[in-house]
């Protein structure tokens, strides 16, 4: 918006930060810091005039909001719905600072984030949450409230942030209005989400670092290939609108604002020299599904196609450069679908998995022991279930040894309430036998990294399809260093 005229102090109607405020990205010595002015979030323009506005921020070292340490102005644009992406530097490494913004006479709500500690120094202990799959209709977000309330340094979200889909009737919350193609629709659906007072307050409470999966878009969609029957030149279109809203709502760096339908998101995030994660994006540069899609299929010849893609070339390449010379102690791939082969019934798998992208697994496989990574870590969403699994160097030749251990994390919401072990489950751990945990009950995984040890909390809920479920640590699997596995704890 060359040359627009900047409202220095714009008046709302109503209150501007009803969508939150939400933080990201943090580095040693910063973060971004994230809003969307929205006064009326489901009428035209979410209520806001069309021009852009002054929206100024400040951050504080206490919890007071009264020692200022950075402050600053950044502009919400109509043209990218009135979101803010302020990213702030200079700060001390491994602290919690508190921020707020202001527009107009209007203040928002208080957020908490934290820097990440200084490359050289030692770090003792890092702890993070891993999320994924909140369809809103399936329940409540009663896991973001108890999220918020964990004591972890970063939220790492693997996906399905939003559900694309119209509206349906008996179910525990509704979606408002039809599935979504354009930007206001996809706008529209995010807004609906981010009124959550749960989701909400798990945002104040953390920083964030995302990545999408297929539902930010569409069901089962593959890099530019339609997801269910749409012609490709309307998924462009899609694909162009989805990931402009998700970057308008998600406390992502400048560095991964869209171009067109294209978005920049695999990226690491290192804490010291324990933890590196390599955040990765499964969907936009995927081929398409082999064998017809199917959802339980036996493998055809497409599955070992050379020029399959899971992460595509360019991908790749950063991730396998960036392992071979990493220094982590601990090395984890934060992605979105199952990597270890899984047998859904004899000879049946998902194609929509790494199980439908044999070589691209391969490649990962061979990418992690040729260049000895050290204790190889992958954290998955995408499937609802909680499962534990170990990744074999011939994935499916269960005496080769163990390369990988993979932490599937259940979703927030999606399959509501569930029950803890059901037929899917005993068959899951009947043909798979490196799978060692199956739960489909509802929440999210901590994860409590040390020199010594990797242990992963499983943090369930009993039910989400009413609001108020406790949280328990149902069970923990622990990786020791150097040595690749779970073992129940
Ligand atoms: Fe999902």
């Not at 896991?143 to 119209?166: A, P, T």
């Not at 930007?183 to 920083?207: C, F, I, T, V």
Request: hydrophobic share 35%; with cysteine.
């Amino acid at each position: 918006m060359c040359g627009a005229r900047i409202n220095a102090a714009p008046r709302f109607l109503d209150n501007p930060f009803k969508l939150g405020v939400a933080s990201g990205e943090p580095t040693q010595d910063g973060f971004v810091l994230w809003t969307r002015l929205a006064p009326s979030p489901f009428d035209e323009m979410s209520g806001m005039p069309l021009e852009p506005v002054a929206v100024e921020w400040q951050v504080t070292s206490d919890e007071g909001m009264s020692k200022v340490v950075a402050e600053g102005s950044a502009i919400a644009d109509p043209t990218m719905g009135h979101s803010v992406h302020a990213e702030v530097s200079g700060l001390e490494p491994h602290r919690h600072y508190w921020y707020q913004f202001r527009a107009g006479g209007e203040i928002s709500p208080k957020g908490r984030t934290r820097t990440l500690p200084a490359m050289g120094g030692g770090v003792d202990v890092v702890r993070i949450g891993v999320v994924s799959c909140q369809k809103y209709e399936h329940g409540y977000f009663t896991g973001f409230q108890h999220l918020s309330r964990e004591d972890i340094d970063l939220v790492v979200h693997l996906g399905d942030y939003i559900y694309e889909k119209k509206g349906k009737f008996n179910q525990p919350r509704t979606h408002r209005g039809g599935t979504c193609y354009t930007l206001e629709e996809y706008r529209a659906r995010y807004a609906q989400y981010k009124m959550d007072a749960d989701l909400q307050a798990a945002h104040a409470a953390h920083p964030w670092a995302v990545s999408f999966d297929d539902h930010e878009v569409a069901n089962d969609y593959a890099g530019a290939d339609e997801g269910n029957g749409d012609p490709a030149d309307e998924m462009t279109g899609r694909r162009t609108a989805a990931y402009q809203a998700y970057y308008e709502n998600m406390p992502l760096r400048r560095a991964a604002k869209t171009n067109g339908p294209y978005i920049s998101l695999f990226r690491r995030v290192y804490f010291g020299n324990l933890l590196a994660i390599n955040i990765l994006d499964t969907r936009q540069y995927r081929s398409e599904q082999p064998c017809y899609a199917g959802k339980k299929v036996e493998r055809c010849d497409e599955v070992f196609d050379e020029k399959a893609a899971m992460l595509g070339m360019a991908q790749e390449k950063w991730l396998y450069d960036g392992l071979g010379v990493s220094r982590a102690r601990w090395n984890t791939l934060a992605q979105q679908v199952i990597v270890a082969p899984r047998q859904l019934a004899e000879n049946r798998y998902s194609m929509d998995k790494w199980d439908g992208y044999e070589m691209p697994r391969r490649r990962l496989i061979r990418a992690l022991e040729e260049r000895r990574v050290r204790n190889p870590i992958i954290l998955s969403g995408d499937n609802h279930r909680h499962y534990v699994a170990e990744i074999k160097s011939k994935p499916e030749d269960q005496e080769t040894p163990i390369i990988a251990t993979e932490y599937i994390g259940g979703s927030i919401a999606s399959r509501g309430d569930g029950s803890e072990m059901t037929n899917y489950g005993r068959r899951i751990l009947k043909f798979n036998p490196h799978f060692k945990y199956f739960c489909d009950q509802r929440g999210y995984l901590v994860c409590t990294i040390t020199p010594t040890q990797w242990r992963t909390d499983y943090r369930v809920m009993t039910y989400v399809e009413r609001p108020g479920a406790p949280i328990e640590t149902r069970v923990s699997f622990v990786t020791q260093d150097g040595h690749p596995g779970a073992t129940k704890v």
